[in-house]
């Protein structure tokens, strides 16, 4: 049996990009997706006639 060893070779490189170093565009289209997202979950509460007579009633209160 013989034993290899790599001795006075350089490790090997990685060839994929970690997820976190996507460019710049990556990074500002998720925050895009992101904004768009909660605006719309936003939007579709309104949409829920108890959630608007909720909403009423907290803001009355505060007068």
Known sequence: MSTHTDAGHPPAQAT??????LPRAAWAALGYLAAVA????VFMMYLQPHFLR???DQ????F
Not at 59 to 62: G, K, S
Request: glycine share 6%.
């Open 16 to 21: 994929s990009t970690p997820a976190w170093r």
């Open 38 to 41: 909660a605006a719309v979950g």
């Open 54 to 56: 909720d909403l009423a």
């Open 59 to 62: 803001i009355w209160a505060c």
